[in-house]
Structures are given as C-alpha cells and as structure tokens.
T-cell receptor, first 110, second 116 residues
Framework: GQQLNQSPQSMFIQEGEDVSMNCTSSSIFNTWLWYKQDPGEGPVLLIALYKAGELTSNGRLTAQFGITRKDSFLNISASIPSDVGIYFCAGQGADDKIIFGKGTRLHILP | GAVVSQHPSWVICKSGTSVKIECRSL??????MFWYRQFPKQSLMLMATSNEGSKATYEQGVEKDKFLINHASLTLSTLTVTSAHPEDSSFYIC????????????FGPGTRLTVL
C-alpha cells in the first residue's frame, strides 16, 4: 500500500529558529495535508495543498506541494514555545483515503 | 472550522466487555465519517470509512465483527469495540466530511481506551 516517509522523526531546536520537515511518497497524491497534534488531542489541520507546485502560507507556516506530486515540505519560521507538538504530513489519493506519515516531534529547548 | 466531538474522551473497561465510542459533527452534516486508531508514539491508521445509511468499509486487517460501526444519521457515527482485550487499548480518533471527496475532513479530539 501507499507509504509516506516523513523526516526528521524528531527535532530539538532553540526558540526563534526556523524549522523544516518533509514527506515523500512512493505514490502520487491529489492532496497533501499537514496536521499538528498535541498530546491527548486529535490532529488539527494546518495547511492543505491541492495542486502540484502549490506554495501556501498560514502565518509562520509555509508548505509546498511537490511538482512530482510525491512530496511536500513544511517550514515554520521563528519558532515559539507553542509550536511544540507532533506534525504529521498526510496524503489523500483518488480513493479519498488519508494516509498519514509517522510524524515529526518538535521540541523547543529552553 | 467545523466542529467534531467524541464521547467519551477516555474510558477504562475490563477485558471482555464492549465499549461504544460516539463521533458527532456539531455544526454540519457529515455524509462520511472515518475511524482511526493511534497507538502510543505512532501515526494514525485508518480503520474504516462509514457513509450515512450504508455499511462501513473496513481496511485490510481490521475485523469488522470486532469493531462495529454504525452511521445512522448525518451527525452521528458510533464505533463499538466488542469483547475488548488489552491489545485494543489505543487512542481512537474519528473524522467527518461534509460532502464530496475534496471537502476537508475535520478530526475529533479522540477517545483514549484502556482495557484492563
């Protein structure tokens, strides 16, 4: 089945630093999605990408849908303490199902 | 954005009992709802897709007789874990979508199930 490779698995950064994470897939997706999940909560949609090459921003977050439709990245600029959490990429294919990556755990050092 | 609720938020039960988890779309009608399971420090794995008024479609490896899904109305889907065992302990998350496949799926806050 379809699999998403998300990297890095975890990140330890200083407050104020920029963050970058990415996802690659062996299959083409029609939609790429980025979610954030806090402990004990459901995932919250951050950015949705619908077209190959699309670059979309949401505040300090920027994400791009790769030209090949098999990859996407998420950047967070000037990180703040509330950015701590788990970030999941997800792809949605023609069958409408959402496949999640394994997540990137973001830690911000005091 | 749209709001999806789950009840209960957590439940502890004895092995062998059945547990029902509700997923409600509060401010929109959900033609399709999805059920996911998430083990600790793991990703979300799709268990099944349910459309209002029809039988759920289960992912490979998910036992339909163990995880009963009922989507009886456009705002409510239920997941019943039958004869629960400790290995069923997990975080169960639902999502709901209003209409066509391009519509956004809105996720609920999850239900933590612990089977003793």
């Amino acid at each position: 089945g379809q699999q998403l490779n998300q990297s890095p698995q975890s990140m330890f950064i200083q407050e104020g630093e920029d963050v970058s994470m990415n996802c690659t897939s062996s299959s083409i997706f029609n939609t790429w999605l980025w979610y954030k999940q806090d402990p004990g909560e459901g995932p919250v949609l951050l950015i949705a990408l619908y077209k190959a090459g699309e670059l979309t921003s949401n505040g300090r977050l920027t994400a791009q849908f790769g030209i090949t439709r098999k990859d996407s990245f998420l950047n967070i600029s000037a990180s703040i303490p509330s950015d701590v959490g788990i970030y999941f990429c997800a792809g949605q294919g023609a069958d409408d199902k959402i496949i999640f990556g394994k997540g990137t755990r973001l830690h911000i050092l005091p | 954005g749209a709001v999806v609720s789950q009840h209960p938020s957590w439940v502890i039960c004895k092995s062998g009992t059945s547990v029902k988890i509700e997923c409600r779309s509060l401010d929109f009608q959900a033609t399709t709802m999805f059920w996911y399971r998430q083990f600790p420090k793991q990703s979300l794995m799709l268990m099944a897709t349910s459309n209002e008024g029809s039988k759920a479609t289960y992912e490979q490896g998910v036992e339909k007789d163990k995880f009963l899904i009922n989507h009886a109305s456009l705002t409510l889907s239920t997941l019943t874990v039958t004869s629960a065992h400790p290995e069923d302990s997990s975080f169960y998350i639902c999502s709901a979508r209003a209409g066509v496949t391009t519509d956004t799926q809105y996720f609920g806050p999850g239900t933590r199930l612990t089977v003793l």
